[in-house]
């Protein structure tokens, strides 16, 4: 059974990172979140949920504007083959969140470790950074150390390499 966002904020405290998590209208798309974004500092994310030819499953953490082209990302991550999006009950099965509430927190529900998180180095350029926590209804603010620590902690470190297309 996955994490619910109450239970991976808990988790966040005992591990002693410090987060603010604003509550909102369920928002699906980054354009969606735009309100949201103006409202909240930092750096906001979208998430990418991508599978290649192998059945390998990566979740790729970007800066919201952030340009990624799919054609060619799987070079850039070590896909085996070219990447589409993972399928919604992959996601589930995996990450324990359904399709709008893909986040840098599920990592916490993969405890097979089948996913690899790629973090677009950019998004690291921000000291906070926002993150829904398992829901598309909340978004917390984490520091981007503190993001690395959970990570980590939750046997999922990241690679960060750029992945975006340089440029705004």
Not at 80 to 97: D, H, I, Q, T, W
Not at 101 to 119: G, L, M, Q, R, Y
Request: net charge negative; proline share 5%.
């Amino acid at each position: 059974m996955p994490l619910s966002p109450q239970d991976l904020l808990i988790k966040l405290e005992e591990l002693k990172i410090e987060t603010k998590t604003y509550e909102h209208e369920a928002v699906f798309t980054v354009d969606e979140s735009s309100k949201i974004k103006q409202e909240i500092p930092g750096g906001h994310t979208k998430n990418l949920f991508l599978k290649d030819k192998k059945g390998n499953f990566f979740l790729v953490v970007a800066e919201g504007t952030a340009q990624i082209k799919l054609n060619s990302i799987h070079g850039l991550i070590g896909a085996k083959g070219r990447v589409s999006f993972g399928k919604p009950e992959a996601l589930m099965e995996l990450l324990g969140v359904k399709p709008g509430s893909v986040t840098a927190f599920a990592p916490i529900n993969d405890i097979e470790n089948k996913v690899s998180v790629i973090i677009d180095e950019p998004l690291l350029r921000h000291e906070l950074i926002n993150c829904h926590p398992l829901t598309n209804e909340m978004t917390t603010t984490i520091s981007r150390e503190d993001l690395l620590q959970f990570l980590k902690h939750v046997n999922h470190e990241p690679q960060i390499i750029q992945v975006s297309e340089i440029g705004e």
